[in-house]
């Protein structure tokens, strides 16, 4: 996987709003793209993020997917923070998505620190959310450490695949998805998922160019007509049913 070659590619397709002619992309655009956010609204995230980027703990990580590039078995968590793809534009953006379309049930595969966790119950801390992580130690850790003890945030120490097979059910509003990195698992899930979902679900995929075979399944699902809406963000691809609208790909700058 080239990603230069990758992102030379994206840049040179996306595009802004202009010409967009789905009222839900144009929303998502001027509501969540260009939003800009006042420094007061992440203040606690940035506490968080600071404790973080100075932790020297390490914790041993139990690996299910396809694992990290860059890190060890055994980690430090300020370098587990260094690769956090929920902070910065990626942490802003699902913050912007929470706040804008206020879903009330939310769920999220790869807890890791916390980090996109955080982002998401600043913005809304009425919002359910379930948060599922597979390494135990990792999840002992954003446990005691995470900075907002609330009980919407529910932290779950499951692999992915069990949690999506348990028998209690419920239709999530916003599901991210940041783990395990294997396309043919992420197709899996969703799978799995679909009974939990409903025609406005949120699907948040990150890292969508992370390998070949992640890439060929958002290709794969960017072109499942069960999607009528599918957005390229480089990293992450955004996927909603939303079946009153005709089916449309938009490769949008980010």
């Known amino acids: 996987m080239n990603l230069l070659y990758e992102f030379i590619k994206y840049k040179?397709?996306?595009?802004?709003?202009?010409?967009?002619?789905?009222?839900?992309?144009?929303?998502?655009v001027?509501?969540?793209l260009k939003n800009k956010l006042n420094s007061k609204e992440l203040n606690q995230a940035n506490e968080y993020h600071n404790f973080l980027q100075r932790c020297d703990i390490e914790i041993e990580f139990n690996e299910f997917g396809a694992g990290s590039k860059l890190l060890k078995k055994t980690r430090?968590?300020?370098?587990?923070?260094?690769?956090?793809?929920?902070?910065?534009?990626?942490?802003k953006l699902l913050y912007l998505l929470v706040k804008h379309y206020k879903p009330e049930k939310i769920?999220?595969?790869?807890?890791?620190?916390?980090?996109?966790t955080l982002q998401m119950h600043l913005a809304s801390k009425s919002a359910e959310i379930t948060t599922v992580e597979g390494c135990k130690n990792t999840h002992a850790?954003?446990?005691?450490?995470?900075?907002?003890?609330?009980p919407n945030v529910n932290f779950i120490l499951s692999s992915f695949?069990?949690?999506?097979?348990?028998?209690?059910?419920?239709?999530?509003d916003l599901i991210f998805i940041d783990g395990h990195h294997d396309g043919e698992y992420l197709l899996r899930y969703l799978r799995l998922l679909d009974d939990q979902t409903h025609d406005n679900t949120l699907l948040i995929l990150d890292d969508i160019r992370w390998s070949k075979?992640?890439?060929?399944?958002?290709?794969?699902?960017?072109t499942d007509k069960k999607y009528?809406?599918?957005?390229?963000?480089?990293?992450?691809?955004?996927?909603?049913?939303?079946?009153?609208?005709?089916k449309e790909h938009f490769i949008l700058q980010y």
């Open 161 to 172: 695949e069990a949690f999506c097979l348990q028998e209690v059910k419920n239709s999530y």
């Open 30 to 32: 001027e509501k969540v």
């Open 141 to 150: 850790f954003t446990l005691k450490n995470f900075p907002l003890k609330n």
């Open 107 to 116: 769920v999220e595969f790869g807890t890791s620190l916390g980090v996109g």
């Open 12 to 28: 040179w397709q996306a595009k802004g709003r202009h010409g967009i002619h789905s009222p839900f992309v144009y929303d998502f």
């Open 213 to 222: 075979s992640m890439f060929d399944a958002w290709k794969k699902l960017s």
């Open 228 to 246: 009528h809406v599918s957005i390229d963000l480089f990293r992450v691809g955004i996927l909603v049913k939303k079946p009153d609208q005709a």
């Open 76 to 91: 430090r968590i300020k370098d587990m923070f260094a690769l956090s793809s929920s902070k910065g534009k990626y942490g």
